[in-house]
């Protein structure tokens, strides 16, 4: 009896064990190479963040660097944030393009957040109500893209 006890646990961990790999499978940790348009490249799949619109801005350069990097501003933001941390993603869904829209984190920290905090992002309409009340208060503080001026045309 103690014997076909053991064989039905053994048997059950063996089942569960494909399911256990199946769903962390679908996350993926790794070094993140930043694209300009703030995507993230990671193991040659690109994932963009999960709830967020990152805009268009000009190109900037952190010229106190060896050697200069230049790349739009939500993108240098981004780079400096992650560093040498990896990234690990939880994928939400897939667009027609291939990329995947996921959550993704650095150091622990959500990296929608981060851009949303500094006013480099804008929260999508289905985002979470954090990402909506973060883009609002960059917004009320004049904050990245809030900041900068605009061409008006005339």
């Known amino acids: 009896m103690k014997y076909l006890s053991l064989m039905a646990a053994l048997a059950l961990s063996l089942i569960s064990l494909p399911l256990a790999t199946m769903v962390s499978a679908a ?3 790794g070094y993140a190479f930043v ?3 703030g995507s993230l490249r ?3 799949r690109i994932f963009r963040l999960f709830g967020i619109y990152i805009p268009p801005t000009a190109q900037s350069c952190r010229s106190f660097e060896r050697p200069v990097i230049c790349a ?3 993108a240098l933001a981004l780079d400096f944030k992650i560093g040498a941390d990896f990234v690990h993603c939880e ?3 897939k667009n027609e393009d291939g990329s995947v829209v996921a959550l993704c984190r ?3 920290a959500d990296l929608s957040v981060y851009l949303l905090e500094r006013g480099w992002a804008l929260a999508l309409p289905d985002a979470p109500f954090e990402y909506i009340a973060l883009e609002k208060i960059a917004r ?3 904050i990245g893209v809030w900041g900068l001026a605009v061409e008006r045309v005339r």
């Open 91 to 93: 994928p939400k869904s």
């Open 35 to 37: 694209q300009d348009d």
């Open 140 to 142: 009320h503080k004049g």
């Open 27 to 29: 996350d993926i940790s």
């Open 42 to 44: 990671i193991s040659g």
């Open 72 to 74: 739009p501003q939500a």
């Open 106 to 108: 650095a150091g622990g």
